[in-house]
C-alpha cells in the first residue's frame, strides 16, 4: 500500500467500489478528489473493512479453527499487529476454496506473533501448558539454536490439529513420505505456539492424548510432542525420539504451505 499522501490506481478503484455500493454524492467524490489525504484515509477504512468481511467468511468456513488477528489476538493477548503486518494477513487469507480444503482435513488457521519467538517465548505465552519444560537434551537443542527454531512474526499459521493420519507406526522418513506436496512437517517452536494460542483462544488443546514428531533434530532423533493429561488438564511434553523408532503411538505433526 502506498505511502500517506498518494494513492494507487488498486486502492482508488477499490474506493470508488465501495463508495458506489454505499450510495456516495458526487459532491463528495469531488471532495475527496480535491484532497488527496482525505481520499487516502477513507480508502484506508473501506480497506480495514473489506478485511474483517473476509475474516467473517472464514469464521464461517472454518468455525473456532480461524483465529483472528483483529478480534482473538487482540482481545486475549493484547497483540497489536502493525498496520502493515494487518495489511498482509488480508492480502495472504487464503481464498475460499483453500479455507474449505482445509476444513475437510480439520487444520487450524491461526496468525503468528507479532514479532518471532523461540520456544522461551512461545513458553511465556503460558507456561502451565507445559508438563515439564524440557528434558536435559532439549534444553541444550532450544539453547543453542533458539535463533533458528523460531516462529516467524505476521504470517499465518495453518497446522493440522492431531498428528496425521497416516504417520503412525513408521520411521521418520515414512511419516515424512506421506505428506501431500501442500504439506510440511513443522518445527517444534511452530507447534508449541499454535497449541498455546489455539488453548488460549478456545480452551481446547490440540493434538489431545496424541504424541508427534516435528522438523527439529536432536541428535539422533526428532523432537516430538506428547499431549496427556495431568491432574485432569491437558498438558504437553517435549522430549526426542530416535528417527528409526517405529510406534502405533508416534505419528507426525503436519502444518499447510499458503
Not at 482435513?105 to 502451565?128: M, T, W
Not at 508438563?131 to 523460531?150: A, L, M, N, Q, Y
Amino acid at each position: 500500500m502506498s505511502k500517506t499522501g498518494s494513492i494507487s490506481i488498486d486502492q482508488a478503484y477499490e474506493f470508488c467500489a465501495t463508495f458506489k455500493r454505499r450510495g456516495g454524492s458526487t459532491d463528495l467524490l469531488q471532495e475527496l478528489i480535491d484532497n488527496n489525504q482525505k481520499m487516502t484515509e477513507t480508502v484506508a477504512i473501506a480497506r480495514d473493512a473489506t478485511i474483517l468481511k473476509k475474516y467473517k467468511v472464514a469464521r464461517l468456513i472454518l468455525g473456532d479453527n480461524f483465529i483472528s488477528p483483529e478480534e482473538d489476538m487482540a482481545k486475549k493477548f493484547n497483540v497489536s499487529y502493525t498496520k502493515e503486518q494487518r495489511e498482509h494477513f488480508g492480502d495472504t487469507l487464503p481464498n475460499v476454496g483453500i479455507l474449505r480444503e482445509l476444513r475437510r482435513h480439520n487444520i487450524a488457521l491461526i496468525p503468528g506473533p507479532r514479532k518471532e519467538l523461540n520456544l522461551f517465548g512461545v513458553y511465556e505465552i503460558d507456561g502451565d501448558l507445559f508438563s515439564h519444560f524440557f528434558v536435559d537434551d532439549v534444553h541444550g537443542f532450544v539453547r543453542e539454536d533458539s535463533d533458528v527454531e523460531v516462529v516467524e512474526g505476521g504470517g499465518w499459521i495453518a497446522i493440522r490439529k492431531t498428528p496425521h493420519q497416516d504417520s503412525f507406526s513408521k520411521e521418520w522418513v515414512e511419516q515424512r513420505s506421506v505428506l501431500s506436496e501442500n504439506e510440511y512437517i513443522p518445527n517444534v517452536t511452530q507447534v508449541a505456539y499454535a497449541i498455546a494460542i489455539y488453548y488460549k483462544v478456545n480452551g481446547i488443546c490440540l493434538f489431545s492424548g496424541s504424541s508427534a514428531r516435528c522438523a527439529s533434530v536432536v541428535g539422533n532423533g526428532h523432537v516430538t510432542i506428547n499431549v496427556s493429561k495431568v491432574n485432569g488438564m491437558d498438558r504437553f511434553l517435549i522430549s526426542t525420539c530416535p528417527d528409526t523408532v517405529i510406534d502405533n503411538e508416534i505419528g507426525a505433526t503436519s502444518a499447510w504451505r499458503l
